[in-house]
């Protein structure tokens, strides 16, 4: 009965994402998908559609300092600051003819920019799925109501823990009642406000102090009455000698150990990467990069400051970019601790 349930909320959440289809996105998704497939398997590039899905940088500001994280490190080498919200609005118009998902998220804290909601309502006035990732910090009563009424319809919320001492393990600085509070805000305004969105997701970021606690998350989960349960691998940057944070379960690793007692990447790294074809990461200056696994912006393929996304997704510099993915993706930098394409299921009801 329970998977019955997991599954009629996740076809609401399928369907919901169907609804802002019209033809032209499905003219524009075909020939993205059909671009790929060919680029694939002859290795020549195929110049895809516009971008399906983009994610937008809110802002590198964040609360907590999770380790493995630049925004918890403070390690940036690019500069911080706040998404601008005219910038945010000339690009969805610009966009909102192809683009099917949103994502608020990149680095940082969606809920520190205090237009954030505001820019949620504009893409979803504009039939655009939205999405964003937070931890949970600043969900009061009034800021859940507020996300409700926006329109959002996904909110990935982080808990990587259901004891204190776990959950700041990982998220330093952090504190677990006021997540779980944060969602029971969310899960009562849904219900007073009789809306399906935003679908609910309890993200689990399993880690070696926490990976004993997967189950009681599943009933934490449960109890609260999120949509849904995901447990998530964590990625580690410097992995080779292992780390403290690699579960002992290989199942929740990215990363196996070689023949060397070394730890090395699971993914095989195959010349390909649908994200190349389908989307891309805005930075918030407007700086367009191939996607979340840059965090720093080391690969610049263009300016939203300066130049259209048409005008940037089909320039020169992402076109090399694209040839790189099917010539030797191995050797691109920020693919060499890459999870695309690496085959782990891990979402649960």
């Known amino acids: 009965m329970q998977a019955f349930f997991k599954t009629v909320r996740q076809l ?35 110049q895809p559609g516009l971008p399906l899905s983009v994610a937008f940088e809110p802002t590198t500001s964040c609360n907590l300092r999770c380790p493995e994280c ?12 706040m998404l601008d919200q005219r910038l945010f609005e000339e690009s969805i118009d610009q966009m909102k003819s192809h683009l099917i998902y949103l994502t608020f998220y990149f680095q940082g804290e969606p809920y520190l920019h205090t237009r954030f909601l505001d820019m949620v309502r504009y893409a979803s006035d504009r039939k655009i799925y939205t999405a964003t990732s937070t931890n949970a910090h600043y969900l009061d ?48 305004w849904k ?4 809306s399906k969105t935003p679908h609910l997701i309890f993200q689990f970021l399993v880690v070696k102090p926490n990976e004993h606690q997967i189950d009681d998350a599943k009933r934490l ?31 929740y690793a990215r990363y196996r150990k070689n023949l060397l007692g070394k730890f090395e990447l699971k993914n095989p790294l195959h010349n390909e990467c649908w994200k190349m074809w389908q989307g891309c990461v805005v ?17 610049q393929l263009g300016d939203l400051t300066q130049d ?16 790189s993915i099917l010539q030797s993706r191995s ?19």
């Open 141 to 188: 009563d009034k800021k859940a109501e507020a996300t409700v009424r926006a329109g959002l319809d996904r909110l990935v919320i982080s808990i990587d823990g259901t004891t204190q001492e776990s959950y700041e393990n990982y998220r330093v600085g952090g504190t677990l009642t006021k997540v779980l509070e944060g969602t029971r805000n969310m899960v009562k």
């Open 191 to 194: 219900r007073e406000l009789k």
């Open 308 to 323: 259209s996304m048409k005008k940037i997704w089909t320039g020169h510099k992402y076109v090399n970019f694209r040839k």
């Open 283 to 299: 930075t918030w200056d407007g700086r367009v990069v191939p996607c979340c696994f840059d965090k720093d912006a080391k690969h």
């Open 221 to 251: 989960a449960k109890e609260i009455g999120v949509n849904e349960i995901q447990f998530k691998t964590a990625q580690i940057y410097d992995y080779e000698n292992g780390s403290d944070l690699i579960p002992e379960n290989s199942k």
């Open 331 to 349: 050797n691109i930098d920020i693919c060499q601790n890459c999870s695309e394409g690496l085959k782990i299921s891990l979402t649960d009801g």
């Open 12 to 46: 609401q959440d399928h369907i919901n994402l169907l609804s802002k289809l019209d033809a032209k996105k499905l003219r524009n998704a075909y020939q993205v998908w059909k671009s790929y497939r060919q680029s694939r398997k002859t290795g020549v590039l195929v």
């Open 70 to 81: 630049p925004s918890g490190l403070r390690s940036f080498t690019r500069p911080t600051g």
